[in-house]
């Protein structure tokens, strides 16, 4: 018997263990505001936002304004390029800390929306389309500190299709961090 109440007590310990685990990694909260997919042949309705290109849109205490968009097969030096699988949707944008405390910018702030779909960054692209043909890389957003009152641009890449690269409907979601607490999205027309 004290065998058995010593492996369903270790067993238990695991179980919250993971539990745990599962509820860091997730963020440990329930944004009910974000989409979440049920599977099958639902269709999700885009959040609204009133905010576009050009506009300061505040997320916490950053600040974010996307100042424009294009499409590459490459971006990066000439010499050392970095080649889309399908089409590099290329967003430019400034974000400026009002916080007290640095931030630790990156890609990963960073989500292509369009309807019920989420598309991630390219970190590789993203840090080569900021990268100069001297070789110097400014304002990658790859884990770089953005200190309190301070602004930086750059560049951040997505790999899509081309279908999604030219739509129309494509949404920017920029949070406050990275856990992503509070976001918004900035419509990209």
């Not at 049920?38 to 936002?49: C, F, M, P, R, V």
């Not at 097969?73 to 800390?97: C, H, M």
């Not at 790999?159 to 949070?175: C, F, S, Y």
């Amino acid at each position: 018997m004290k065998k058995f109440f010593k492996i369903g007590c270790l067993g238990f310990i695991v179980l919250v263990a993971i539990i745990i685990v599962i509820a860091v990694a997730s963020g440990g909260n329930d944004d009910s505001s974000k989409n979440t997919s049920s599977g099958g042949d639902s269709k999700q309705e885009a959040k609204k936002s009133s905010y576009t290109m050009g506009q300061e849109v505040k997320v916490g205490k950053m600040n974010y304004t996307v100042n424009d968009k294009s499409t590459a097969d490459q971006v990066g030096p000439s010499s050392l390029p970095e080649k889309a699988s399908q089409k590099f949707l290329v967003i430019d944008v400034k974000v400026k800390n009002n916080g007290n405390e640095a931030v630790m910018v990156d890609s990963s702030f960073f989500k292509l929306k369009r309807g019920g779909k989420t598309y991630e960054a390219d970190a590789a692209a993203s840090l080569s389309a900021n990268q100069g043909e001297d070789g110097n890389i400014t304002n990658s957003f790859m884990a770089q500190d953005l200190n309190p009152d301070s602004e930086m641009s750059g560049k951040v890449v997505f790999d899509v299709t081309p279908e999604i690269a030219e739509a129309t409907d494509l949404q920017l979601q920029v949070q406050t961090g990275a856990f992503g607490t509070e976001t918004e999205l900035i419509n990209l027309k």
